[in-house]
């Protein structure tokens, strides 16, 4: 793990990943939105390259280890809205998580799930990555995506 989030993109390069095209909104918003030294993300699907890799419930059709991935792709998708606002490299660290999982009504896992964009902003931004977070479970998310996430990061 990096100390020091101005390695932000040397650990992306580190882990083979870059950081995709901004996801356009699907209704009336912005991909983000900065108020003082906060940015807050809309929530992010798990989109790549205009499309839901997997649609549908966690416990159903979709598993709990390939919810984890698509929470993973929410993060990169949240950086990538932070990114083309105000830079990675102001990042000071990350402030909260929000994870939204659609599961069955008997799932409980949503807290692993949403594991997947917690690990990757910690192994991206080290102690700096440590956020508080809240996993939910709904009944549906926009698309039938099967995850959503949504970041609070300080900025400098």
Not at 44 to 65: D, F, H, I, R, W
Not at 73 to 87: E, K, Q, R, S
Not at 118 to 140: D, K, N, Q, T, W
């Amino acid at each position: 793990m990096t100390d020091a989030p101005a390695d932000v993109r040397a650990r992306l390069a580190e882990l083979g990943l870059q950081l995709p095209a901004v996801v356009p909104p699907v209704a009336a918003y912005v991909p983000a939105v900065r108020s003082g030294d906060l940015v807050f993300t809309s929530g992010q699907l798990p989109m790549v390259e205009g499309s839901l890799p997997a649609v549908g419930k966690v416990g159903a059709l979709v598993t709990p280890e390939q919810a984890k991935e698509l929470a993973r792709t929410c993060a990169l998708n949240a950086l990538a809205a932070i990114d083309a606002l105000v830079g990675l490299e102001s990042v000071v660290r990350i402030v909260k998580v929000v994870g939204f999982v659609a599961s069955v009504p008997d799932f409980t896992g949503q807290p692993g799930v949403v594991n997947g964009a917690s690990e990757l902003l910690g192994e991206l931004f080290g102690e700096a990555g440590a956020h508080a977070r809240s996993a939910v479970g709904v009944a549906a998310l926009p698309l039938d995506a099967p995850v959503e996430v949504e970041l609070v990061v300080e900025v400098r």
